[in-house]
């Protein structure tokens, strides 16, 4: 069952600037956490952020958290061409069983 | 440690066919999960096991799949028998106690039944 949804679908930008991907969800969470999948590669865990917390950052990756408005985003930036993949957010109740997104893809122009 | 392995990486079998799918969690990781994923549903979970246990298998399509766990270093997933709509890349992903490096997934096996 997916409860994230991400928004956009897909996302287009150039080289060198900032992405913005966004991800609601339904139901109360114990935290929320980001992954990104390369084509045709397994998922990879870029950061968890935990209800009390309201932001989060890992390098160029900045991650937000709105309990009250029940949505997060994650912003990468200066992107580079590797940064082009898919995002996935998935919501955690506490019980270990992740509920995901359908993904934004995010593909950087050189 | 190599992250979690999967095998075969890639699979064709004809339908009617049994498959096996296999997973090598992470050393210490006690909670393992099987998912499905597709261009037309996402990700899926299948099964959660936890040391070793299934813990929810509500989301087997239905009898035909099947999985275990015998030990905390292997699990098998097997489509019985197989059909066309189970093409998908199944992925096994394992977690540990801190939740802080989420779940690490395994590079996926790519099933096509023809």
């Known amino acids: 069952s997916q409860q994230g949804e991400e928004d956009p679908q897909a996302l287009s930008i150039q080289e060198g600037e900032n992405a913005t991907m966004n991800c609601s969800y339904k139901?109360?969470?114990?935290?929320l956490q980001w992954y990104r999948q390369n084509s045709g590669r397994g998922l990879v865990h870029l950061i968890l952020?935990?209800?009390n917390e309201r932001e989060k950052h890992s390098g160029r990756l900045r991650v937000t958290l709105d309990t009250s408005k029940k949505s997060s985003s994650l912003l990468i930036t200066a992107s580079r061409a590797a940064d082009t993949a898919s995002y996935f957010c998935a919501t955690d109740k506490g019980n270990y069983q992740l509920i995901w997104g359908a993904g934004t893809k995010l593909i950087i122009k050189p | 440690d190599a992250g979690v392995i999967q095998s075969p990486r890639h699979e064709v079998t004809e339908m009617g066919q049994e498959v096996t799918l296999r997973c090598k969690p992470i050393?210490?990781?006690?909670?393992l999960f099987w998912y499905r994923q597709t261009m037309m549903r996402g990700l899926e979970l299948l099964i959660y096991?936890?040391?070793?246990?299934?813990?929810?298998d509500s989301g087997m399509p239905e009898d035909r799949f099947s999985a275990k766990m015998p030990n905390a270093s292997f699990s098998t997933l097997k489509i019985q028998p197989s059909e066309p709509r189970d093409s998908a890349v199944y992925f096994c992903?394992?977690?540990?106690?801190?939740?802080?490096?989420?779940?690490?997934f395994g590079s996926g096996t790519r099933l096509t039944v023809v």
């Open positions: 050393s210490g990781h006690n909670s």
């Open positions: 139901t109360s969470i114990n935290n």
């Open positions: 992903a394992s977690s540990g106690d801190d939740i802080n490096y989420g779940y690490t």
């Open positions: 952020i935990r209800s």
């Open positions: 096991f936890n040391n070793n246990v299934p813990i929810d």
